[in-house]
């Protein structure tokens, strides 16, 4: 799957609009000093929040980064989305759009086209949302399900070290892939992406799900989180 074209350099005012909205709208002071790194796979796939424009050049220059996934997906207005954009196409990166919801049941469609990107893109590559806690999280676990890691080590990456709070809404995140692991406790060994082609029900995920009021409050209120 081949990666769109970048966009044409901004103006020295777009710039400028980017970089306000992105740290006192988008909350990117807040990722200055918390990076919420991570390693999924080393010299494959790495993890992280919304990076700056000088955090993306690091990881590039330190990881030989080639492309770039944005779960966010592409934010009309949103300053983090431009300059992430301007600062990949500066590098050479690819860069990818592949939306998800952090607190709903993920849609088969969208699992599907990231497992076509992993398969096409080149490595090593970069995946973040906005906090990468929760989306994040759940693309860096579909990756090592597609590896042939099992379940548990998909779980473990949606973790409290990296801000992930099962308890809340983003939890149907966790139960996405405790639905596949019943699978195949209960029925045997299956592929993850024929289950996900064959038997995922994210309907009846999502009606199951059930969240703790705290946590909402604490993900929602406090953290505010995506």
Not at 76 to 92: K, P
Not at 106 to 125: C, D
Not at 130 to 138: I, P
Not at 193 to 217: F, T
């Amino acid at each position: 799957m081949p990666a769109p074209p970048p966009s044409p350099p901004p103006s020295p005012q777009r710039r400028a609009a980017a970089w306000l909205n992105s740290l006192f709208v988008d909350h990117a002071l807040l990722r200055i000093p918390w990076r919420n790194w991570g390693v999924v796979e080393s010299g494959r796939l790495y993890r992280s929040n919304h990076p700056l424009p000088w955090q993306l050049r690091q990881a590039a220059r330190r990881f030989g980064l080639r492309t770039v996934i944005n779960l966010r997906g592409e934010r009309a207005g949103c300053g983090s989305d431009r300059l992430g954009r301007w600062e990949a196409a500066a590098l050479g990166l690819a860069h990818y759009d592949a939306p998800f919801e952090s607190r709903g049941a993920p849609h088969r469609e969208r699992i599907l086209r990231l497992a076509e990107i992993y398969r096409t893109m080149a490595e090593p590559a970069l995946i973040h949302c906005k906090s990468g806690a929760d989306r994040t999280g759940l693309a860096a676990g579909i990756w090592l399900l597609l590896q042939g890691r099992p379940v548990e080590a998909a779980m473990a990456q949606l973790a409290l070290r990296f801000g992930h709070v099962r308890q809340s809404r983003t939890g149907v995140l966790d139960a996405f892939f405790a639905l596949y692991a019943a699978h195949l406790r209960e029925r045997g060994p299956k592929p993850f992406l024929d289950w996900v082609r064959e038997d995922y029900d994210e309907e009846a995920l999502r009606r199951a799900h059930v969240s703790r009021a705290w946590a909402d409050r604490l993900v929602d209120g406090v953290l505010r989180r995506e």
